[in-house]
């Protein structure tokens, strides 16, 4: 077998019939345009189109599901570039990354990296010690040229819209300088108000400060608080927004009457809370959130479960984004049932979930979303973002869920050359799955070409409203 | 690759030599007689053998499996027949569903749409916009005759007997009119005493007296209310009855001193409960009733952990089993040890236990099952009912439970057509899941041919003592 | 298809192209020598070298895996020689094993039975009551020979080093004897101190008193039961252990200041303990011992989540470890906080985790260990010690794991004779899930036939410093 990164059946079955229907599904599929409809990508590269400084901090320090791994195996922090003490030179980084590639045997990482190196830099030879200093400066030389530019790479990508995640705070400056540059790529905001949202955030208080400042409006009661919100939703929906997004520790909503959530309002604001307070509060907002969706029509996302924090030195020493935010079990029927008894029925209503609890995707997440109108179900998240993942997430979630009620792929990446290969390995697997299908007869050939567009394209451009 | 409904090699493994013995294990139990010792006919066909009205109320009003994907994408009750201003005309319900009928691709309920279908009423091409009133004609033709009323259907299916679920205060009449009848189908009813044993079941008061009545007995005390439930069973045994059931919201059992028992039954019956008492009630007579199974010999079932109506609005607009009931997380040891404890290893029990929770399968059911004799395994339940769930069960609870403690399939349904197709996909899938344990050489090729009828017939009809 | 117990390509993939590289892969580990760094055989086996006494007491008596399933089905405690009226014939309890053996069909104790059979006494046909008695003259007549006593096996198993597990209290006489007698196999001690640990084991005030006698503390105090402690675990290093090893409950870990900490110990070995004060010493003491092992370098292993004598019937008329011990659910992300807090980024900390609870590989366990440098994966335990549990363990925790971050194989056993077989049952899984990993490109050949190794023989002798 010949050896080397990517292999064009690459996570494609082994079984050659199924191998055989599989490669034909995914060239179907291969060359769609890139639906981005949930990420992290830097609104400053669409605004400013900056070039990128070296491969490191390209491919290494921002990217906590690289740099977790060699932490996990005794690497430290500073050696790759992160902290007081930090390496400063790439090219040490580089080689430190080169040293540990074999950490990422059988990883989406090295999918992700082998995929960047070969489709941007033509780098086909396995990353490794001995390669390292040679595709370091290949890349290096290819970084500040005009086709290796963020803009550039959107449409080399040929991603039709990417969405960014933005705080309600932000004032969208760099969309606006997207725009203004004259430059006709659809990148578009999202409306992620967790920072005044959630009253454990950090400096909460004075984000209620801001947002009244940055949303002119009285952010000392609650009706004005939820004003500012309002006027928020509005400014990203002038600057193409078509969706919020909620980043939660736990799934739980309410639904209180008016007295009790200015009550609770007032609490949280004065930072005298009781214990289940921020809870409640965050609860409570994204039953707010979802009515605000009814009348301005954002589609409304909730990732919940992940423990963010799990080493107070790291967190203290290197800050948040770090690779210790670790799931925890969550549980959505009781806790959903707030909203969803409040506006789940109404049509104008779409709320995407997303779990890192794969328990609840055949017990609770798919019979949840083959019932209630509202409910979509969100791609395999983070760490299952990965050919197993997503693999279990069809295999769990398709057959009570149904099809239609999920929305296709999110990569959810700051990394930006990993964009095209994160799709890539869904359009893969996904091909693997219909082809499969097909073959025990649980599908016509005809519906699989049918459904693997959607899978790649359709469904995320419907359910985001793109 | 042909494309119809039903092919002949459906949901047998793609692998051409596990297909070619999965195919020949298939082949030796097809044919198989249909025990069906759990299941939700309606016993008024059986006892009266009405005709079917139309295509509509036969595969798509009373489903909720069907009506809930159509609801998850818009559709109104209304339009599905359901409600007060319900649409009246079939034809366009049928029509509704036909225009809706690629939502289920993937899923069990075209499975069995397809087959029942074909094996019915010979229609062999997909349903759709374009075929709906073409087969609405052709179904709507067949139904008025003979052959497609309940008992010709009985006999067409195949079918040795098949137990019906009946509440406790029922009064079998169904049940006595077909026996009356001279036909000698095997029908048996299920006792399944919820009303009077759940505190928080509508008018359990008023049950408690209507279970006096009918049992002759004095429920105003808790010895004369376990009386009645020993005369209740007896009249079920007269009926046939070999089995039990209990749906109740988690499997917790508790095994309460006599007086407290006592005092428990007077705070529920007089509705002046604390707070977790219906609960405990509910707990306090799972034993009670494994007590009187030792006594009497009637099977339990339990099956636990679906939280009913998760929309309020639907349950008061359209009625209980519409969709909205929603698994939740479950555990198994700690629940049931008050029980097993007090009757756990008596051999005259058998307690088949049913979950939605399939984290419980290898992590709790599976080694509880493994050891304390009572206990046997139901197999997937309700949406787990599908190749998949039936997948995941046997590979996560077999190897550890090993196959005789389980109890064959139950195809627990209320849509009479859909039960062949049902057993069928259990022989398909359990054919399939014996050729790869022989393939690699976990089973022998012979021992496979004894397993497989033991799956489709003989564990069924020995567990429920049929 | 030739039927006998032991097919050389048995557990190999079915899929023709799979199995000729897991076959190729699985021969180049096949002969490795195992490593056993953590298992439950006899220190007497390996001190005095003591010949079998009969086939019963060799395969079915002590052996939980195996009469569990024969009590599943009705069999008694009795009859398979366990309890006040016990059988006393090994014949007949050899038959009662036989002829009951079809219920082990597809179960892992068939695979390590037939091994074993085949391995060491030449038996391959299948066990069963025909054949009950030949067999049993077979095995009878080679017990008493030299090359099937206890050190014989070591070298006839190829094993490199195999650890015991002992009591805290333990005097590691029989490791001394070995040692003495002039034997060269290596067998090592464990340090497993529940029994000084939880205050919920039997005895503890008294195995208090026993720890400052073996140790020479005084263990009145909390700074003395300590000092206990480290006198204990240097008594077993100087024996050769590398490892303790902790069997709790629930994964809770504490970080008590010193102050609480003392007067926590004061209460439980005064016997005076508060409700949650047994699991809150219980975590207390697993950061205690991970500091330790700062120190003087013992790996820690920690299998929770066990619920161990489900049948207090069974417990009492037949003692500890007869199958009753029931998983529960866990969660390890807030329970491991405190510890991994206290020492989680130390260099010389190596932590080894197991679970019962598979629902915990993905969610939580791989990004726990791949991100933590002290964590490791271990291989699974009891239950999912099986093909099915392997897979699962594979496709739910490499991914986001990575394979660094795993310590290949444990026996975890007391049955001897099953140790070849269960090293062969992991090496055959591993080999066909990376031949799986190749064939879909998600490996390259080369780095398949690194990695084998490495969790046959490798990952085991680094992780626990072997």
């Not at 430059?183 to 955030?201: C, F, K, L, M, S």
């Not at 609490?267 to 605000?292: I, N, P």
């Amino acid at each position: 077998m010949e050896e080397r990164p990517l292999h064009p059946d690459r996570l494609l079955p082994a079984d050659p019939a199924a191998r055989r229907l599989a490669r034909e599904l995914y060239q179907s599929v291969e060359a769609l345009p890139i639906i981005s409809p949930h990420g992290h990508t830097d609104p400053r590269w669409w605004g400013e189109n900056p070039a990128f400084t070296d491969p490191a901090a390209l491919f290494v320090t921002p990217d906590h599901y690289v740099t977790r791994m060699m932490v996990s195996q005794g690497v430290s922090f500073e050696a790759l570039g992160i902290g007081a003490g930090r390496e400063k030179d790439p090219r040490k980084i580089w080689q430190t990354f080169a040293d540990h590639y074999y950490l990422y045997a059988g990883t989406p990482s090295r999918i992700w990296v082998d995929d960047a190196l070969a489709r941007l830099f033509g780098v086909t030879e396995r990353l490794g010690p001995d390669t390292a200093m040679d595709i370091y400066d290949r890349i290096a030389e290819r970084l500040p040229q005009d086709d290796t530019r963020p803009r550039a790479l959107f449409d080399r990508f040929g991603i039709e819209v990417i969405a960014t995640t933005d705080s309600a705070l932000d004032d969208l400056a760099w969309h606006q300088a997207a725009r203004d540059s004259g430059w006709t790529g659809r990148v578009v905001p999202t409306y992620r108000p967790d920072a005044v949202i959630d009253p454990d955030a950090p400096d909460f208080t004075r984000n209620l400060e801001r947002l009244a400042q940055v949303s002119g409006c009285d952010t000392s009661t609650y009706d004005g608080y939820l004003d500012a919100h309002r006027a928020r939703r509005r400014a990203f929906i002038e600057m193409g927004a078509t969706a919020t997004d909620h980043g939660h520790p736990t799934p739980l909503t309410a639904d209180l009457p008016l007295g009790e959530a200015r009550a609770l309002y007032a609490r949280v604001r004065s930072g005298k809370m009781a214990a289940q307070d921020a809870e409640l509060f965050r609860a409570q907002m994204l039953t707010e959130m979802a009515r605000m969706s009814l009348e301005d029509g954002l589609v409304m996302q909730l990732h919940s479960g992940s423990l963010r924090g799990h080493s107070a030195e790291v967190q203290a020493a290197y800050g948040p984004d770090r690779g210790f935010d670790i799931p925890v079990p969550v549980s959505f029927p009781v806790a959903l049932r707030p909203l969803l008894n409040a506006v789940g029925m109404d049509p104008r209503l779409t709320l995407i979930l997303f779990t890192l609890d794969e328990t609840t995707y055949a017990r609770e997440l798919a019979p949840l979303a083959g019932v209630w109108p509202c409910l979509r179900l969100g791609p395999p998240w983070w760490f299952h973002d990965s050919f197993e993942g997503m693999r279990r997430f069809r295999e769990m979630a398709m057959e009570t869920a149904g099809i239609y009620n999920t929305v296709g792929f999110n990569d959810d990446t700051r990394a930006l050359c990993s964009i095209p290969a994160r799709h890539d390995v869904a359009r893969r697997v996904d091909s693997g799955w219909l082809a499969e299908m097909v073959l025990t007869h649980r599908l016509d050939e005809a519906e699989a070409y049918e459904i693997a567009p959607l899978l790649a394209h359709g469904l995320a451009k419907a359910a985001y409203r793109l």
